[in-house]
């Protein structure tokens, strides 16, 4: 005879609300920036096992707005047709990526205008979030594992370069610096922590909070100064400016070849690693890492 269960309707109703909002059809426009959440600095204050931890890739960060990928600025990634054609109707939010320490060759395959086939089938769109659901991460990353699972059993088809970022939790902070460890060894930037309670919204908080064994920040290039040596008639330094404080300094390490050949220009915003501050408030061992945008 057959019984009817309360409990396991309610539960069967709701993972397909959840579902669905995961599928709502794509309504942003392909030239706005969209409302992407962006990250903190990690800090001991946290409580760890409340966060989610991910590797944080060496990719660029893509939204996909159900029919094409948008950069942080709004701008258009044009991938391959054959690249998108099986893609999923709905936002996604995550990183196209090639490899570690891959970034400047990655770079150079996205943002071309007219995509090169055999440059794209080496990358991979890692997916992390789904920023029109309304529900917490707990649960949109949940439903992110029913669909990539749905589409491991072909009950969907997905390309196999659509991938999910594997999100795992974490007791405490000594076994949070331990995962860093490993994945720097590894060759990695370092983790990504995602609060489980949170919802999608498009702002910088603790919600969302990147952890690197070096801290990284913008500047506004002033000046070139030329190098020698190796790099006569080639950018040798830059003079910078931080955005917060507009204190200046210089930054002569990072760069390769091709960037001293063709540096950013004159009042561009760069970003740079360092390690720590002085005591006069400037970056210790500040080195170029890459155009802002990029």
Not at 67 to 86: L, R, V
Not at 131 to 142: E, G, K, M, T
Not at 170 to 187: A, P
């Amino acid at each position: 005879m057959f019984r009817f269960n309360f409990f396991a309707a309610c539960y069967t109703f709701f993972s397909y609300f959840v579902l669905m909002l995961a599928v709502l059809p794509a309504i942003a426009s392909s030239q706005t920036p969209p409302e992407l959440q962006l990250a903190n600095r990690y800090h001991p204050k946290i409580n760890v096992q409340n966060y989610w931890v991910s590797e944080k890739l060496d990719g660029v960060r893509a939204y996909w707005n159900g029919t094409q990928f948008i950069s942080k600025q709004g701008h258009i990634y044009n991938a391959p047709e054959w690249f998108i054609q099986n893609f999923p109707s709905f936002h996604l939010d995550g990183e196209l990526w090639l490899a570690r320490s891959a970034f400047d060759e990655l770079s150079g395959i996205v943002r071309k205008k007219k995509p090169i086939d055999d440059e794209w089938r080496k990358v991979t769109y890692q997916v992390f979030d789904l920023p029109l659901n309304p529900a917490s991460f707990d649960v949109r990353l949940n439903a992110l594992k029913t669909l990539f699972g749905q589409a491991e059993k072909d009950e969907v088809k997905w390309p196999l370069w659509l991938k999910l970022i594997p999100q795992f939790k974490l007791q405490n902070h000594q076994k949070l610096k331990n995962e860093l460890d490993k994945v720097v060894i590894q060759g990695g930037e370092g983790l990504m922590l995602h609060l489980g309670t949170s919802l999608y919204h498009g702002k910088r908080d603790d919600d969302l909070l990147k952890l690197k064994p070096y801290f990284d920040a913008e500047a506004r290039v002033m000046e070139y100064f030329l190098g020698k040596g190796k790099y006569k008639n080639m950018l040798g330094s830059m003079l910078v400016e931080m955005l917060d404080t507009k204190k200046r300094f210089r930054i002569g390490t990072g760069f390769s070849d091709k960037q001293r050949q063709e540096p950013p220009e004159v009042g561009s915003i760069i970003t740079y690693k360092y390690f720590g501050l002085t005591s006069k408030g400037l970056p210790k061992f500040a080195s170029f890492i890459r155009v802002r945008g990029e």
